[in-house]
């Protein structure tokens, strides 16, 4: 199995790559949504140790920017609790997928968490500054404090993208993320023999 690494700034466009690959795909943030919705466990948890800021069942994403927004600290403590839990659901992912030849992980924090391993492939997905502010502005949950406490623990741009295989530059259309993931697609097939070859990119 192929295990490839999504990585990239926070609104690159890192999920909508992965799920274009057309390969089975580990979505982060969406099993953690799934977590907050679902998860009494982790609600008791984070209730424990946010008990000023985590108060009823499902847990609120407001609360938990909250309690981000006024303690730096708090993120720290949230990671801890839900990271163990996206960890199983990666393995049990992993293990139900293991006879595909590829699988995506999108997970916003892989290298930051050590979740990946020296073989996977790691993907950036490179687009311009202005062009990601101007699309997470107009999210309408979008919140700038929040986005400087979660660029705080994320690994700067620049050492993701050396430590990657590819790079994929989007400019937020289809037909150019689709033309640089089927050149990557073609690599793929055979992988094995320029596995061990230095940075590849793609403009």
Known sequence: ?????ILGDIGSGKSYVAKNFGYPVFNADYEVGKIYKKDKKIFYKLKKVLPNYISTFPIKKQELSNAIISNKSNLKKIIKI???????????????YRKRKVVILDIPLLLENNINTKKDILIFVQSKKSEIT???????????KLFEKLKKIQLPVDYKRKKSKFIIKNNFTNKSVKKEIKRIKKLLNGWDNFRYRNHWSFS
């Not at 199995?1 to 690494?5: A, C």
């Open 1 to 5: 199995m192929i295990r490839i690494g």
């Open 82 to 96: 839900v990271h163990s839990e996206v960890r199983k659901k990666m393995n049990f992912f992993l293990k139900k």
């Open 134 to 144: 101007k699309r997470l502005k107009k999210r309408s949950n979008f919140n700038q």
